[in-house]
């Protein structure tokens, strides 16, 4: 059972579990975030349910805290993106002279690019990448370990997409390979589709970004802090190729949520809570941490990893969870922070 008496700050334990959306190179915020919360000793991690960057930085937090606890775990979310940003140094996806001139994060003028991303539209990884190779693959051998993943005190939710059924596999600690990891990650006009147990398998975005439902049905936390990086809103219409592309990604990669926060309102409103499992989805409380920043980045700066634009993205992670702690602390194991039941209105 947790402990109930309060903590070295003063407050009494809360236990909690995040939901981790996926993002590239976004997923930075991600940390930021992650790294604030793991500060607060009164915070107590039950699980996490992550999609392609938020499988990397579900896996990298648990293995770290398995090993050393927070302080362990912070220390390894940094070591992961700092290697993902020496890896960048030799991608070919680079920034213009123009766009750092001007401060800005896209890669929308870069020639390669452009070239590569016209390229996905006649060729497929078959054909560009026929070895499959993964810039990632050797940074999660190095730095996770697998075997210990397996007892990490945080229970682990990894999302991965069935190319032939089209549904989710929701992956557990025992079961989080290198390839599970790259397969929630694994955009179909990059990558080859990762093979696991004879089946084929694409990001899990398309399927759950990140899937809720373990949360509430395997974990003892009644506390969901969910960390968003794809803007569910944005202003206007868009009307170039590229914002249109841009603005259907974001559709997609939260379509799926957004159903399944539906889905936990309509349950939590006609749940019986006198039955073990209605009783699970009445208690559940649902917490988000805000990022207004995503809306202004387009979709190309996804895959911009240089170690300038990562530290941004982990610095406005650091002021938007401080930002949450400010204003939601004291609804942590009261009540839910944001309202779900706005998700049926008009359905």
């Known amino acids: 059972m947790m402990q109930t008496e309060?903590?070295?700050?003063?407050?009494?334990?809360?236990?909690i579990d995040f939901a981790l959306q996926g993002g590239g190179s976004h997923g930075a915020f991600t940390w930021g975030v992650l790294d604030r919360l793991l500060e607060e000793d009164w915070l107590r991690i039950d699980g996490i349910s992550g999609t392609s960057a938020g499988?990397?930085?579900a896996a990298v937090l648990a293995d770290g805290f398995a090993e050393g606890g927070a302080e362990g775990a912070r220390k390894a979310l940094a070591a992961y993106w700092k290697r993902v940003a020496e890896a960048a140094r030799f991608s070919p996806f680079q920034r213009g002279p123009i766009d750092k001139m001007l401060g800005r994060w896209t890669l929308d003028n870069s020639p390669l690019f452009v070239t590569l991303d016209l390229m996905s539209r006649l060729y497929s990884p078959y054909d560009l990448n026929p070895g499959n190779s993964h810039p990632l693959r050797g940074i999660l051998d190095d730095l996770i370990n697998f075997e210990r993943l397996k007892t990490s005190p945080i229970r682990l939710f990894i999302t991965a997409t069935n190319v032939r059924t089209g549904r989710g596999r929701v992956f557990r600690n025992a079961e989080i390979t290198p390839d599970?990891?790259?397969?929630?990650?694994c955009l179909p006009t990059m990558f080859q589709a990762i093979e696991i147990d004879g089946e084929s398998y694409w990001d899990g975005g398309y399927s759950g970004n990140p899937t809720m439902t373990p949360l509430v049905r395997e974990l003892d936390s009644d506390?969901?802090?969910?960390?968003?990086?794809?803007?569910?809103?944005?202003a206007g219409t868009p009307n170039s190729a590229r914002e249109i592309l841009n603005r259907l990604n974001e559709v997609s990669f939260n379509?799926?949520?957004l159903k399944e926060l539906r889905m936990i309102a309509l349950l939590r409103q006609v749940a019986?809570?006198?039955?073990?499992?209605?009783?699970?989805?009445a208690k559940m409380r649902i917490h988000m941490v805000p990022n207004a920043l995503m809306s202004t980045l387009g979709y190309s700066s996804k895959l911009n990893a240089e170690w300038e634009f990562i530290?941004?993205?982990?610095?406005?992670?650091?002021?938007?969870?401080e930002a949450?702690?400010?204003?939601?602390?004291?609804?942590?194991g009261k009540r839910s922070s944001i309202d779900l039941d706005v998700l049926l209105e008009g359905v």
């Open 6 to 15: 309060p903590t070295a700050s003063g407050r009494t334990p809360v236990l």
């Open 255 to 257: 379509a799926v949520l």
């Open 324 to 332: 949450f702690l400010a204003r939601d602390a004291d609804n942590l």
């Open 223 to 234: 506390d969901t802090i969910l960390i968003p990086i794809n803007p569910v809103e944005r």
């Open 55 to 57: 499988a990397m930085n």
């Open 311 to 321: 530290s941004m993205l982990h610095a406005e992670g650091r002021k938007s969870a």
């Open 272 to 281: 019986d809570p006198g039955h073990s499992e209605g009783a699970q989805w």
């Open 180 to 185: 599970v990891l790259l397969a929630s990650a």
